[in-house]
């Protein structure tokens, strides 16, 4: 079993739509979660982070972590076509952000 | 403030070639990190420094590479010999320690 698992998609939505794109894994371990947003032929730029569990909102975006379950969400309400891009989930232990564990990116295209 | 700078954006070159890449990390940031990433593996971490001290260099696959950090302000990856099988985009990613890593553009490697 992958530390964590993340679907490679791609996921298709139409403009506006409410888009869920997830991440599991199977270190209990982990305290520190992020997502990246990657575009193409550009490096994975950090939208959203948190410590532990809860929630966390920025805009359209709210992440979600659910530590019982080893299982994280990213939310974005009213999608646009500028959100088409892979998202990468990334886990860190107690030590902090130095040593991230990534998943593979989810690909996600918003059609107008 | 500018980012995590990398140069080149492009390398193509030849099978037994030495190459070399370059990155800025961002001022004021103390740790950095160099990363590959293919469709296969994902995002892998090659090596990460702090303070310009190299902390964990499990993630190099072979003696072929090295990495330095002369200083603060700069550091290299650097495969020799090179081989097709290195073709992949190589990142360069820095943060304080307390804060989530902020990913340069990366290098496009191709070996032939």
């Known amino acids: 079993q992958k530390e964590v698992e993340q679907d490679p998609g791609p996921l298709s939505v139409p403009e506006g739509a409410i888009v869920s794109l997830n991440c599991t894994y199977s270190n209990s371990a982990f305290q520190y979660f992020m997502w990246y947003r990657q575009y193409s032929r550009k490096g994975p730029e950090l939208l959203m982070y948190t410590y532990s569990s809860g929630n966390k909102e920025d805009g359209r975006f709210t992440a979600q972590v659910d530590k019982s379950s080893k299982y994280i969400s990213l939310f974005i309400r009213d999608s646009q076509p500028s959100d088409s891009a892979t998202y990468l989930c990334?886990?860190?232990?107690?030590?902090?952000?130095?040593?991230?564990?990534f998943g593979k990116g989810t690909m996600l295209l918003v059609s107008p | 403030d500018a980012g995590v700078i990398q140069s080149p954006r492009h390398e193509v070159t030849e099978m037994g070639q030495e190459v070399t890449l370059r990155c800025k990390p961002i001022?004021?940031?103390?740790?950095l990190f160099w990363y590959r990433q293919t469709m296969m593996r994902g995002l892998e971490l090659l090596i990460y420094f702090n303070n310009n001290v190299p902390i964990d260099d499990s993630g190099m696959p072979e003696d072929r590479f090295s990495a330095k950090m002369p200083n603060a302000s700069f550091s290299t990856l650097k495969i020799q010999p090179s081989e097709p099988r290195d073709s992949a985009v190589y990142f360069c990613a820095s943060n304080k320690g307390n804060q989530p890593q902020h990913f340069g553009d990366g290098t496009r490697l191709s070996i032939l």
């Open positions: 990334a886990m860190g232990l107690d030590s902090g952000y130095s040593t991230l564990t």
């Open positions: 001022s004021g940031h103390d740790y």
